[in-house]
């Protein structure tokens, strides 16, 4: 795994890291007290924050990543090193006995959550060549134009995108998008179509959402294109 070690123990971060990458990991140091400057973490698999019991900095980490823009796809460890820490004053032996003991916990706790099934990121937005959607704040841009959608319009064009190069048929809207299985209702799809047709493409050289005769609609780039 990729790891970020943050840690207030300064004198252990080379010993952990060590270890951490003969087990076959990357590993990537920030010996930060407050862990501030979270800006940046998708590349990380594991954040591995180790703080004495005393210091609350661990935890100040961990509701920092909720601050974070950046979406993160990461899994957290927040290792108590009270022992250590202690050790600190003692002398040379008490130190290796409480440092061997903490990667000893660091090794078992790694091994556990790098068994775990990996979480996607989440996307929030839909891309077709220019246009887009973003499904947090329910905004629609074409070529850095905003497109007023009515919900509707939204949710039909939403899974028209998520069906992007398909074929979708009128049956299929119905169904995804109204709720409904009776295909005599179908003119209400064409006229959902022809309005939001005119909104996405109509000012717009490059038309995306295409009828197939016949059968449906198609919403994607063209091969002429």
């Given at each position: 795994?990729?790891?970020?070690?943050?840690?207030?123990?300064?004198?252990?971060?080379?010993?952990?890291?060590?270890a951490?990458?003969?087990?076959?990991?990357?590993?990537?140091?920030?010996?930060?007290?407050?862990?501030d400057?979270?800006?940046?973490?998708?590349?990380?698999?594991?954040?591995v924050a180790?703080?004495?019991?005393?210091?609350?900095?661990?935890?100040?980490?961990?509701?920092?990543l909720?601050?974070?823009?950046?979406?993160?796809?990461?899994?957290?460890?927040?290792?108590?090193?009270?022992l250590?820490?202690?050790?600190?004053?003692?002398g040379?032996?008490?130190?290796?006995?409480a440092?061997?003991a903490?990667?000893?916990?660091?090794?078992?706790?790694?091994?556990?959550?790098?068994?775990?099934p990996?979480?996607?990121?989440?996307?929030?937005?839909?891309?077709?060549?220019?246009?887009?959607?973003?499904?947090?704040?329910r905004?629609?841009?074409r070529?850095?134009?905003?497109?007023?959608?009515t919900?509707?319009e939204?949710?039909?064009?939403?899974?028209?995108?998520?069906?992007?190069?398909?074929?979708?048929?009128?049956?299929?809207?119905?169904?995804h998008?109204w709720?409904?299985?009776d295909?005599?209702?179908?003119?209400?799809?064409?006229?959902?179509?022809?309005?939001l047709?005119?909104?996405?493409?109509q000012?717009f050289d490059?038309?995306?959402?295409?009828?197939?005769?016949?059968?449906?609609?198609?919403?994607g780039?063209?091969?002429?294109?």
């Open positions: 795994m990729n790891i970020l070690l943050i840690t207030s123990l300064t004198d252990f971060a080379d010993a952990i890291t060590k951490l990458q003969q087990a076959g990991h990357d590993v990537e140091v920030a010996c930060n007290p407050q862990g400057g979270l800006s940046d973490l998708s590349g990380f698999d594991l954040l180790v703080y004495p019991l005393q210091d609350s900095a661990g935890l100040t980490i961990v509701r920092a909720h601050n974070v823009k950046t979406k993160v796809s990461m899994l957290v460890l927040v290792l108590p090193a009270g250590v820490a202690h050790a600190e004053q003692a040379p032996d008490t130190r290796d006995t440092l061997n903490l990667l000893v916990e660091l090794h078992m706790w790694v091994e556990v959550l790098g068994r775990r990996r979480r996607r990121k989440v996307s929030t937005s839909l891309h077709i060549g220019d246009l887009e959607i973003n499904l947090l704040s905004h629609v841009v070529r850095g134009t905003p497109i007023e959608l919900p509707r939204f949710k039909l064009l939403e899974y028209l995108m998520r069906q992007s190069g398909s074929l979708v048929t009128r049956a299929m809207l119905l169904e998008v709720g409904m299985y295909e005599t209702q179908t003119s209400i799809v064409e006229t959902e179509i022809c309005r047709r005119r909104k996405i493409d000012d490059r038309k995306l959402l295409n009828t197939i005769r016949g059968l449906g609609y198609r919403l780039i063209t091969k002429t294109d």
